[in-house]
């Protein structure tokens, strides 16, 4: 019974080190956003996350050569979920503040629910239906910050909240497709395999851009921001994520991800000096409790219809 004990509370703490870094790394985008382009941080972030994640493949003796029909579905997997995601989210945060991006994202699993609907039949029922209305209330509110006149006016938030709503779905899209694959691989191969393959379209991408001229320019601090997104963020966090999804249930586990929005708003008050809108809290509340209605254990157990 110690044992077991142990166990969970060993993943209990790997996964709230992922939700955390998680929360963090908005704002350390933000910090090397200042010095280098988009491009080049999500190229040198993911070749950081590949040698960490290629460590541990091979550490854990979990390494395997897969069929060119799997390699084939792992880039789709690469070019989604980390070439155009991240091209997305780094680009979005040129002009969309954090913590506002931080509650977008976190609409995410609404729409993982609407795809579930549409590609798998899964029933939605009125409590879900309204937690998917409350939750879109929600991110209308933070990316106007309170002004609803700028809907009418034509103008939803800034540039980048456009481009951040975009990768809400576009990560929805790739979490149901990753479902067949983690059903046949180790999540740590999986893994390494599309973060390797994304990582090489972002290099085609990043030399015929900014190229390693943009290198140079980094400072300590922009240093640390991409190591820290690169070595935590896209290396160890998704190890120790899903480390823990082995020993918890995933409903436990996924519910560690509220905090991530709010571990965002607090770092970035701290370092980035962005202003806590009462607006974006209640927006935020609204995209929290909208999640949770689609997600909650009742309307889990419902079977598809």
Known sequence: MRHVAHNHLGALVKALFAVVVWGASFVATK????????LTIVWLRFAMGVAVLGVAVVARREFAWVSPGTLGYFALLGLIGITFHQWLQSNGLVTSQAGTTAWIVASGPIFIALLGRVILGERLGW??????????????????RGDLGLITAGRFGSPGDILILISAPNWAVFSVLSRRGLREHSSTRMMFYVMTIGWIFVSLMFLAGPGMGEIGQLTRHGWLAIGFLGIFCSGFAYVFWYD?????????????LYIEPLVTVAVAAVVLGEPIVAATVVGGAMILLGVWLVNRPAAARRKPA
Not at 31 to 38: D, G, T
Not at 244 to 254: D, N
């Open 31 to 38: 910090v090397a956003l200042a010095e280098v382009s988009p």
């Open 127 to 144: 409590g879900r239906i309204a937690g998917i209305a409350l939750a879109a209330g929600g991110v209308v509110l933070v990316a106007c």
């Open 244 to 256: 823990a999804l082995h020993v918890m249930p995933a409903s436990q586990v996924g519910a560690l």
